[in-house]
């Protein structure tokens, strides 16, 4: 039933579904996807091939949802989507880029393979944090209904997998896609609070790793706000403090001196 018409067809229901009160339809999140995904394949500079598999699996990223086979068993949403972007004639990298890119879905999951899958993945979850941000949804202490914590840790995943963007110009890109879409909003505050919960989020991750946080501490103390430069620099302070601890406490020791002067 769901075959009688091509995948393209189901974007306009997606008006039919909520993704969040205050945020629109699942048809206005999916256009904010685009556009975001479309600004993320600028920034990395990848070839315009690329950015056009980009545009193409954002628009139908969401469209299975208003099909039979996910209405009856939502737990195939996206792998559906890939089935029947492959029967509407859609390319295979598009279609694997439906499948995986709600990918990681859990702590350990791998995240998307390809990186058109890479580019849909960030972008749908970064419009997730930084719009219920926006609305005053963010988690409060063991209460995290949209899972935020996870989708955080999902674009960091990815991240580390290879996708070369700037979060911090991201979120900027995602806040100025709501202000055009007329969502009134203190973007400033939502700025600082989207980054602060992104360096929070490294913060526990470095730490259930087993870094310890006077590492980590010392490399935020720097102002550092890209969490792949956050990871690596942790990993060098930590390994230079256990490799050549000589040479690491004669440097401190020389930084304190002068730092004191």
Not at 98 to 121: Q, S, T
Not at 195 to 218: K, N, S, W, Y
Request: with cysteine.
């Amino acid at each position: 039933e769901d075959l009688r018409h091509p995948l393209e067809a189901y974007v306009e229901h997606l008006d039919e579904v909520v993704f969040q009160e205050q945020l629109g339809t699942m048809r206005s999140k999916t256009d904010r996807v685009a556009r975001l995904a479309e600004k993320l394949c600028i920034d990395a500079d990848v070839e315009a091939s690329i950015t056009q598999d980009v545009a193409r699996a954002a628009l139908l990223s969401k469209a299975d949802l208003v099909t039979n086979a996910v209405i009856e068993f939502t737990s195939v949403q996206g792998i559906m989507g890939s089935y029947y972007a492959i029967e509407s004639g859609e390319s295979e990298r598009v279609a694997q880029a439906i499948a995986e890119h709600y990918r990681p879905r859990f702590a350990g999951d791998e995240p998307p393979k390809d990186i058109v899958g890479k580019f849909v993945a960030a972008a749908d979850k970064l419009d997730t944090v930084c719009g219920l941000f926006a609305v005053d949804q963010a988690p409060t202490g063991s209460s995290d209904p949209f899972a935020l914590r996870r989708a955080a840790l999902g674009i960091i995943s990815i991240l580390q997998s290879g996708l070369d963007i700037s979060l911090e110009r991201a979120i900027d890109d995602a806040l100025s896609i709501y202000q055009e879409s007329d969502l009134e909003f203190d973007r400033e505050k939502t700025r600082a609070e989207v980054l602060e919960f992104f360096i929070t989020r490294c913060r526990v991750m470095l730490h259930d790793q087993g870094m310890p946080l006077d590492a980590i501490d010392a490399v935020l103390a720097a102002g550092v706000l890209e969490p792949v430069t956050i990871i690596e620099r942790v990993a060098a302070l930590q390994h230079a403090r256990s490799e050549s601890a000589d040479t690491f406490d004669d440097l401190a020791t020389a930084y304190g001196r002068a730092n004191n002067l």
